[in-house]
């Protein structure tokens, strides 16, 4: 019997832009902190999870599990052999 599994994710950003021009003087800061949480499906292998961060992009890789993978079989009809494949969704 597999559990679920959650995945949850967490990130502070922080900046400030400064225009310093003739008349004025302009500065604008953001700061905030965030996270997310998602529920996996019962087919993820999690112990095999990966993350990647690069150019501002997160890049999460969810295997599956062997046993949730579509399984190819062969069909004899007749003379002529077919493949079919099996497997969850």
Same mark, same amino acid.
């Given at each position: 019997?597999?559990?679920?599994?959650?995945?949850?994710?967490? /990130? #502070?950003? &922080?900046? /400030?832009? #400064?225009?310093?021009?003739?008349?004025? @003087?302009?500065?604008?800061?953001?700061?905030?902190?965030? !996270?997310? !949480?998602?529920?996996? =499906?019962?087919?993820? &292998? !999690?112990? =095999?999870? #990966? =993350?990647?961060?690069?150019?501002?992009? @997160?890049? @999460? !890789?969810?295997? &599956?599990?062997?046993?949730? #993978?579509? &399984?190819q079989i062969k069909v004899n009809v007749?003379?002529?052999?077919?493949? =079919?494949?099996?497997?969850?969704?």
């Amino acid at each position: 019997m597999w559990r679920t599994t959650s995945l949850r994710f967490a /990130a #502070k950003r &922080k900046f /400030a832009t #400064k225009v310093n021009e003739d008349n004025y @003087l302009r500065i604008e800061r953001a700061y905030g902190s965030f !996270s997310r !949480s998602f529920s996996l =499906a019962n087919s993820v &292998k !999690s112990d =095999a999870i #990966k =993350a990647d961060y690069q150019n501002g992009v @997160l890049t @999460l !890789s969810l295997p &599956k599990r062997e046993e949730a #993978k579509p &399984k190819q079989i062969k069909v004899n009809v007749g003379t002529h052999t077919m493949a =079919a494949v099996a497997g969850a969704r």
